[in-house]
């Protein structure tokens, strides 16, 4: 998969709040990271166009290749972890009260989140637009369907719809999160895990940051900018931390110090917890508490 020889789109205003003051904060040539002056959101321009970067997503290689430049470079090594995150995270949303029922997962990959919750949903349904990724989450989930939230009928809704690592990819953040909400219950839940912009780990890493995976994460939110995409769509905001863990070689392969993973023999199938990576949100309907 190669993104080269896609055109480009410039994006002149803040794809969250409309607004075009802004700063560049990194460049990624031919990327920029623009800072939103009023929401404080940071996004790509120049980007991919839509429908270059959903080819993308449908191509098998996604999830699998570790030659390609966009995707999961490993994703089947970060199983391991992401399993350890998800179970964490699954014990988080039942403790928030926000298990039981149905559940939809967007953007579910092959499953991992929707094994990890086991049983504390009644039904489970993924949607994805890798048909290949999908061949193993149908084993986690009653549903799998192909594509993005807008293949489910219009009248279908859910007591829980989970986005972890997605909102980071999505284009039109409004128009996707009140498509989102038409998908709930009355007094259900939308629960979306992003990398947090204003964490620790963007601060300490700079360009090293991992979720600056460009040119697929378009737009990096923090809590100001994820409480405002809540308020624009009716939704209140209560906020939680996703502990990452990851693999101790990817994390020193990350930093550059593949130098100390020798060193580090018989450690390297290690996970580490990373805390702070990433910021949760649980949106519910203005009156439906928070
Ligand atoms: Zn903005």
């Not at 270059?52 to 970060?78: C, K, N, T």
């Not at 086991?118 to 993924?126: E, P």
């Amino acid at each position: 998969m190669e993104w080269r020889g896609c055109s480009l789109e410039e994006v002149s205003r803040c794809p969250l709040c409309g607004d075009e003051g802004r700063e560049e904060v990194y460049n990624f040539p031919p990327f920029k990271v623009m800072r939103c002056h009023r929401c404080s959101a940071a996004y790509l321009s120049p980007r991919l166009r839509e429908e270059d970067m959903v080819g993308f997503y449908q191509d098998p290689s996604y999830y699998s290749s570790s030659s390609s430049p966009l995707g999961y470079s490993d994703y089947s090594a970060q199983a391991k972890g992401l399993e350890k995150s998800f179970r964490v995270l699954a014990k988080k949303l039942k403790n928030m009260g926000v298990t039981g029922g149905s559940l939809l997962e967007i953007g579910c990959g092959p499953g991992i989140l929707l094994k990890a919750v086991g049983d504390l949903f009644s039904h489970k349904v993924g949607v994805d637009f890798s048909r290949s990724a999908l061949e193993k989450a149908k084993a986690y989930a009653h549903e799998v369907v192909v594509g993005g939230i807008e293949v489910l009928p219009k009248t279908r809704r859910f007591d829980t719809v989970v986005g972890v690592s997605l909102i980071e990819h999505v284009y039109e953040p409004i128009a996707f999160m009140r498509s989102v909400v038409s998908h709930v219950e009355e007094d259900g839940a939308i629960v979306m895990v992003t990398p947090d912009f204003d964490g620790i780990w963007r601060k300490v890493l700079g360009e090293r940051w991992p979720s600056f995976k460009v040119p697929e994460h378009v737009i990096f939110y923090n809590r100001n900018s994820l409480r405002l995409l809540g308020e624009v769509c009716g939704l209140t905001s209560s906020f939680f931390y996703f502990t990452q863990f990851a693999l101790l070689s990817l994390v020193l392969n990350s930093l550059g110090m593949d130098g100390l993973l020798k060193a580090l023999d018989g450690l390297q199938g290690l996970s580490l917890p990373l805390p702070h990576t990433m910021l949760g949100v649980v949106f519910k309907r203005q009156g439906h508490g928070s």
